[in-house]
């Protein structure tokens, strides 16, 4: 049996093009201001009220924050671009430029932070000379208070609103993906159920609303685009064999559509909800989701079963999951989903993964491929040399492991029975694997 793990870089690929998570927000923030997604921000607004959450200010937000504060963020976008000045021998003189600049500009900051710093010996020293109790800080600058010139908040905004404009540009997308990933406001509102705190409730029901509504809108348009030819043109999807077992992470309908042997949805799908609070679950008939008004579907099967009276609470959301390391169980049926996708991987001759990241936050699905070790596992993906570097917690083995070869004309790497290939999702003909 062969099993095919769909991740992110699938839909985003080229010919389906959904957004990737860092992708989304500033799309999102474009779609509210289309007349279709104000109706629908009225009508998400209109039961959530004193709702404080705005995309457009927390995209500013993010840009002055960033212009201003600088913290852990700084030390991963200047790591990551360094490593890809190092390694990419691609790159256009205006992006080894802009590469140049950032990384100069973040490791000055990073030095100032560093330098700052009030080690042990120092403090040591301070309270042998004047007593103890003196030393309270952790560094001799309150970084709070400490103002940046003019000059470099500038030149830092227009760092930050080019890597919103140009999302893959292969030096921005490094400090855009650490800026607006919607993922991370996602866990960062999802709290809000296990605390009670009723804003963060009503912000997640928000942002998850208006994720699942664009999304729908996303597809809707690739299925329009395709029209009769999708089944036979759009890329990957149309290439699986009916008789493979399917697992992804994405939640458009397109696995569904294309594969209803029952396809593994690991983290949730649009056409499922539930009121997380009565763990009431329910799923859209095919029609109606394939012909659905959202605005009208909003406000007559989703407000109304939104509700903050204590007698009467309700808190329905779409049933997919945030990205949380621990996942949270939204209902039983995920119990049933994880512990199907554990046995179809564990029977499988073949595992074909194909744009998926190996993140920590997927430890689930990770941990469940470390006991794959032997099998013949193809992995696709347009960044290989960051998967090895994910890989080595999974299966051991160094990059200095790999053999280097050569596999439908994409340079590719091997190491036992596990092959990487570089390339995008839809460049390899996985029924050859």
Known sequence: MTVVILGAGVDATDGIGMPLTNEIIPQINEFINTEEGKNIDNELRSRLPNLRFHFDKFIKDTIDRIAQDFGQETRTISRNIQQELETNDTLTDIDRKMGTLIVAILEKVNSLQEGAILDKETAQLIEELFGQGIVGDETIVDFNKLV????????????????????????????????????????????????????????????????????????????????????????????IPVDWKVITFNYSSFAYFFNRNNPLYFHGNLFKYIDIHNKTEITIGEKEYDKMDITNFLKDQIMPNISFNDTSLKYTIPMFLPPMKIKPVLSRSYIKIWFESEKVIKDADKIIIIGFSFNHSDEHINGILRDCKNKNIFIIDAEIEKVITALESIFNYKKENYTILKIQEHSAKKCGTITLINAKAHEIDIQSL
Do not use: A
């Open 148 to 239: 940046y010139t003019d000059t470099f908040k500038i030149v830092m905004r227009q760092i930050m609103e080019q890597s919103m404009s140009q999302p893959n540009n292969v030096i921005l997308k490094h400090v855009y993906r650490n800026l607006l990933d919607i993922e991370d406001i996602l866990v960062k509102y999802f709290i809000g159920f296990y605390t009670g705190t009723i804003s963060n409730i009503k912000t997640y029901i928000y942002i998850s609303w208006m994720l699942w509504c664009f999304m729908k809108v996303k597809e809707k348009e690739i299925f329009d685009r395709y029209g009769d030819s999708v089944s036979e043109d759009l890329p990957v999807y149309s290439k």
